[in-house]
Structures are given as structure tokens and as C-alpha cells.
């Protein structure tokens, strides 16, 4: 009989004790099928352990519901974006103005090479009710914490060097934040927009009220 090619991978059995592979072979699947459709309704229980090669009641021994898949791929996510922002500060210039401008820069190119990701990211349609559901607030309030210190750190730094004059460094980071958030969103959903070379460039200098110093 010919090959199924709509049938489902076999899976090997993970050993006793190997739970967390496929755990995180769970979680995969799920980024890849977000990656393929930038839709996080695609992210089913069936749908991943379709690709997985497993039967969906298996995955309940991980995850108890598919938002709580949905969000482990989001904290996944989240940890890779943070990592871009180190990693781009770590190679960027001597100056805390030219770390910050790498870091947003950083930012800015998250958001263009993970479309579906950051649109699941911040989004938050795929949430349900919090207070019926496995995800609670906790769970959503600490998503992006540590970069958003990151960020308010890189500022903090320009406004001891001398070259922001920022007075608020936590509300102007919140803002920062934010025009670049709304940056993102706007390249990704109007790509044909003639946008101005140097608009990142203008919306950090502004929002972070970077100097010439």
C-alpha cells in the first residue's frame, strides 16, 4: 500500500525520565505552526500533536489546556527577543546612546522577522478568561519583564552619561516602549508606507529625550 502522506510522523517513545523532551517538542511544534501561519488559532491540541507524532490526551501531561501551550511558546518568545536585546548590546558601540539605539534597533528587527510571534506576543487574543482558564494574571503580567528592564536600564545609563534628559526613566522607558511597539506594528501592517530612513532613529531620540552629548 502507498505511504499516507497526510499521516502523522511516527514518534519514538522518549526514555523513562526524558518527559521534559518532549515537553519542549510540544512547545516547538506549536512555534512552528505559529511561524508557518502567523495565526495563534492554529495552535491546537490536535494540530500539535499531529506534528509531533503523538495523541493529543498525551500532551495534557505537560500542559493542562492549549492556552497554556500557547503561552509557553509566548514565554519562549519573549526569552529569544531578550536575547536579541543583549546580544545587540554586547556588540553595539562604547556609548550608552549607541546601546540604546542598537538595542531598539534590535527590537525593531524582532518584530520584522517574527511577525507571528510578536503579533501572539502582544496581542493577547489568544487569552481567555483569567479567571476561568490555566493562564493567570501573574503568568501574564511578568511576560516582557526583563526586557523592559533591559530597556530602562540602556536608559538609565544614556541619562548618567549625560545624553538623556530623562527626569522619569520608568515612565519615559513605558513610553519608549511603546513608540517602538507602535513602530513595529505599523512596518508589519503597512509595509507600502514611504517611512523615513532614519524614523527609529527619530522616534528613540524623541521618546527617550536623547541630547547631541
Known amino acids: 500500500m502507498a505511504d499516507d502522506a497526510s499521516a502523522p510522523p511516527v514518534r519514538v517513545r522518549n526514555r523513562r525520565g526524558q518527559g521534559d523532551r518532549l515537553r519542549q517538542e510540544i512547545v516547538t511544534a506549536a512555534t512552528g505552526l505559529l511561524d508557518e501561519t502567523g495565526d495563534e488559532s492554529a495552535i491546537t491540541l490536535r494540530s500539535v500533536a499531529r506534528r509531533v507524532g503523538i495523541a493529543a490526551p498525551s500532551i495534557y501531561r505537560h500542559f493542562p489546556d492549549q492556552p497554556a501551550v500557547v503561552l509557553a511558546v509566548v514565554r519562549s518568545a519573549f ?42 506576543m502582544f496581542g493577547g487574543l489568544w487569552v481567555p478568561d483569567l479567571a476561568a482558564g490555566s493562564v493567570t494574571e501573574e503568568d501574564m503580567a511578568t511576560l516582557g519583564r526583563q526586557s523592559m528592564r533591559r530597556l530602562a536600564e540602556a536608559l538609565e545609563a544614556c541619562v548618567g552619561a549625560g545624553c538623556s534628559t530623562s527626569a522619569d ?8 516602549w511603546l513608540g517602538l511597539h507602535g513602530l513595529a506594528h505599523q512596518r508589519a501592517v503597512s509595509p507600502s508606507f514611504p517611512w523615513p530612513p532614519d524614523i527609529a532613529e527619530r522616534v528613540v531620540t524623541a521618546l527617550a529625550h536623547l541630547t547631541d552629548a
Not at 526613566?169 to 519608549?176: F, G, N
Request: aromatic letters at 6%; one cysteine or more.
Open 79 to 120: 526569552a529569544e527577543l531578550d536575547e536579541r536585546l543583549r546580544a545587540a548590546v554586547d556588540a553595539a558601540g562604547r556609548t550608552p546612546r549607541e546601546r540604546l539605539l542598537a538595542l531598539c534597533q534590535a527590537y525593531l528587527e524582532f518584530g520584522r522577522t517574527r511577525p507571528g510571534r510578536y503579533r501572539t
Open 169 to 176: 526613566v520608568s515612565a519615559d522607558a513605558v513610553a519608549l
